[in-house]
């Protein structure tokens, strides 16, 4: 077999004040020496490297009792140090070097330093590395002095400990120990976590009842932004809309105002038009005077007709008497037709004197004449020259009565045709009157009517500026309340399209007082919710994300526990199949080891049966739970040893012989070892009780089991020596210092002495 245990390096640890190297470089060292010489302590300082903790296994008090308490010669130490060198080559330990060196040094003060390969380490480190290469901490395979019968003489729980870590079991229950120990710590972080959410469970009860009372305010906020909206677009449209109509209606009146006024400054201006009716006064009268100036004047030649109507008459009465004398010759006719054709001339005359108003040309009247001179000359052709009695005096009278009559009848023509022009003209100048008195008449109403209409356009113009001021009002508590409003729901409350409304819809504007009460009842609620609360939102998002982070980790804590949980299972289920496993092993071994020291007979190691579980220890209480461990403790059978022997009949272990005990001690020791091989074992006169023939039978087990396992056997026994390949001197010299020494065999047996 390939060696494990290489060397063993002792200083200052009990009687090995100096330096001590044992190199272990075959299968079985024995060391030997006299009583006292300190071969136990070489045992102990395996103990003492490997951690063990319990002083009284190495015979001491205190950490004190373990460093070299000096001699007269050699001075006592301050630290006693023990490695252990093993081979790794094989990786039987669980790390990657050929060489292990674990090491331990104990200092005055009881303090305790470990390494592995000079790198300082806990203690724990050690037993796991050690439970790894099935190196148990319950010291199987460090068998003290005196001690070989300890498995017999322990309780069955203790017994099943050792057997369990003879089994290699160990590095199962560190595994679950460490499994149960993550268990607690992950049980003790749900519990706080579980704990952190019940603390945070109300604040983000809170919280949660906060946003939402400000995602009611938001939609509140929202509802008032539509109704503000519309509310504000139609009062703006009104507003605008009333705007030009009364700037409209204040022109127009503006307008009508200028248009009186104008009117009014005009009729003012024509008022000198008295002036107007002066001239025509002034024409009438001239008219009126015209008219009876000619009227007399016609007059007086109607009276100046009579008197020579008169005076013709006169003539004409007194001239009778010679009327148809020379006369009477001269038919009437032909005198009537001179002197029509006389007329007709000078009518015609006259004519060319009427036609184009010109005055008569001298042609003109000298033809007239001509024709009159030779109509007369005719005549007196016909009758004979006139004489110069031809006519009377009368007759001539009467000639000039009737040329002055016929002068004055013209006379009296041209004056009736100047009086009717008089009067032609008096009549229009009347007329003129007339009508100017009429249009003063008119003018005055229309004075009066424009004047009225002046006052009615000067109110129109003043209802319109008091209806512009009356919008002006109307838009600053427009304004007004939109900025109350932007101030609580923002300026979104104000941003709309502009819209127009029918004529019938601003007169309407019905539902808008409507709309204002709720705009204003509305603003109040919101005003009363409060701001945007910006700061709740992202204390609750912050207090949210804890609530689902603490919520994930209670989930992956779960996890790792029922993960945990079920590794602990299967480490149980591992631990009790190789348990019973093992325990049959070792059953069979043990029989076999015992039948062989014995020369018959059986023995076997039997599982107790478990206490009952106690009812009611499940409390809720943590003392529950800790009692629930307890109760699962021990609940864990002992384990029993029966043993039968060839030939005796015995009820119980103590009915043994110490020969006996030891011989069951050792079957069992070896039974165990030989089941799962420790890298080496160390016996310390373990074969002290035996005698010639049992020893015999010891050798052949050590023999046997130095197969699977290095063994170091501290003996006196010479048979035990000789089945060993090595063998080491421990003497003790004056100084109270061990000291070795490499012998032969037959120097051991003289040292061993
Ligand atoms: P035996 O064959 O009788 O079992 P042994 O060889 O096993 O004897 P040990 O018990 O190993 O002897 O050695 C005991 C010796 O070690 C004693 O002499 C004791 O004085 C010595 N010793 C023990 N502790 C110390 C210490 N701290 N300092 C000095 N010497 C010590």
Avoid: C
Wanted: proline share 2%.
């Amino acid at each position: 077999m390939r060696v494990m245990l290489k060397r063993l390096e002792i200083v200052g640890f009990k009687s090995f004040a100096k330096k001590t190297i044992l190199d272990f470089p075959s299968a079985a060292t024995a060391i030997v020496g006299p009583n006292g010489s300190g071969k136990s302590n070489v045992a102990e300082a395996f103990r003492f490297a490997l951690g063990e903790q319990s002083m009284k296994s190495m015979r001491g008090k205190r950490a004190e009792d373990l460093i070299w308490n000096g001699s007269h010669s050699v001075p006592r130490a301050s630290r006693a140090a023990v490695a252990v060198i093993f081979d790794n080559s094989r990786r039987a330990f669980k790390i990657d070097f050929d060489e292990v060196t674990i090491e331990r040094a104990v200092f005055r003060d009881g303090t305790s330093e470990y390494s592995i390969n000079g790198s300082r380490v806990r203690l724990r480190d050690i037993e796991e590395l050690l439970a790894g290469a099935n190196i148990g901490e319950t010291g199987h395979h460090i068998i003290s002095q005196g001690e070989a019968d300890r498995i017999l003489i322990a309780s069955p729980r203790e017994r099943r400990e050792m057997l369990e870590d003879a089994l290699g079991l160990k590095l199962y229950e560190f595994k679950k120990q460490e499994a149960e120990k993550k268990l607690i710590k992950t049980e003790e972080n749900i519990a706080q976590v579980n704990s952190l959410r019940r603390e945070l469970a109300p604040h983000l009860k809170f919280l949660e009842k906060q946003v939402e009372k400000l995602d009611k305010a938001e939609n509140l906020r929202k509802e008032l932004i539509s109704a503000a909206q519309t509310y504000f677009s139609i009062e703006d449209a009104y507003l605008a809309h009333e705007k030009i109509k009364v700037a409209e209606e204040k022109m127009r009146a503006a307008e009508n105002l200028a248009t009186a006024n104008k009117e009014l400054d005009h009729i003012t201006d024509s008022q000198s038009a008295d002036s107007e009716t002066m001239k025509r006064t002034e024409t009438l009268r001239n008219a009126e005077k015209e008219v009876s100036e000619l009227a007399a004047a016609r007059a007086a030649l109607s009276r100046e007709i009579g008197r020579v109507e008169g005076a013709l008459a006169e003539v004409k009465r007194r001239a009778t008497r010679v009327a148809n004398e020379p006369y009477a010759k001269v038919p009437r006719e032909e005198i009537e037709s001179l002197h029509q054709e006389i007329e007709k001339q000078i009518e015609q005359a006259e004519g060319a004197l009427g036609a184009g108003g010109a005055e008569v040309t001298p042609e003109a009247l000298r033809a007239a004449l001509t024709a009159i001179r030779s109509a007369i000359k005719f005549f007196f052709t016909r009758h004979g020259a006139p004489r110069d009695d031809y006519f009377s005096e009368e007759e001539n009278a009467a000639f000039k009565l009737e040329a002055e009559r016929a002068e004055l009848a013209k006379k009296y023509e041209e004056a009736s045709d100047a009086l009717g022009k008089a009067e032609v003209a008096r009549a229009k100048a009347r007329e003129a009157m007339v009508v100017l008195e009429e249009t003063g008449r008119e003018i005055r109403r229309r004075i009066l009517d424009v004047a009225q209409e002046k006052a009615h356009q000067e109110g129109e113009v003043a209802k319109a500026e008091a209806r512009e001021y009356e919008l002006t009002v109307f838009a600053e508590d427009l304004e007004r309340n939109k900025r109350e409003v932007i101030a609580v729901a923002g300026t979104e409350a104000v941003v709309y399209e502009p819209i127009t409304l029918s004529d019938q819809e601003l007169k309407e504007r019905r539902e808008q007082e409507e709309r204002k009460h709720k705009l204003e009842r509305n603003k109040i609620r919101l005003e009363e919710a409060g701001g945007s609360g910006e700061d709740i939102r992202q204390e609750h998002k912050e207090v949210s994300q804890r609530e689902t982070f603490l919520a994930v980790e209670l989930d992956d804590l779960a996890k790792s526990a029922a993960g945990l949980r079920a590794l602990i299972h299967d480490l149980d289920t591992e631990l009790a199949k190789y348990f019973s496993d093992g325990l049959a092993r070792v059953n069979a071994s043990f029989s076999e080891y015992f039948a062989l020291m014995f020369g018959g007979g059986s023995a076997r190691l039997i599982l107790e049966e478990p206490e009952p579980e106690v009812e009611d220890s499940l409390d809720e209480s943590e003392d529950a739970e800790e009692s629930a461990d307890e109760v699962k403790e021990k609940q864990r059978a002992g384990i029993e040893v029966t043993i039968s022997l060839p030939k005796k009949k015995i009820r119980s272990l103590m009915q043994l012989s110490g020969g006996e005990r030891a011989l069951t001690s050792i079957a069992l020791i070896f039974a165990m070892n030989q089941v799962n091989p420790p890298p080496f074992l160390i016996l310390d006169e373990t074969d002290a009780a035996l005698d010639e023939a049992n020893s015999r039978r010891y050798g052949d087990m050590i023999e046997n089991l130095a197969k699977k396992s290095q063994l170091i056997v501290i003996t006196h026994n010479r048979e035990t020596m000789s089945r060993t390949n090595i063998l080491y001197g421990v003497t003790m010299g004056g100084d109270g210092v061990s000291k070795l020494l490499s012998i032969k065999f037959d120097e051991a047996v003289a040292v061993a002495k």
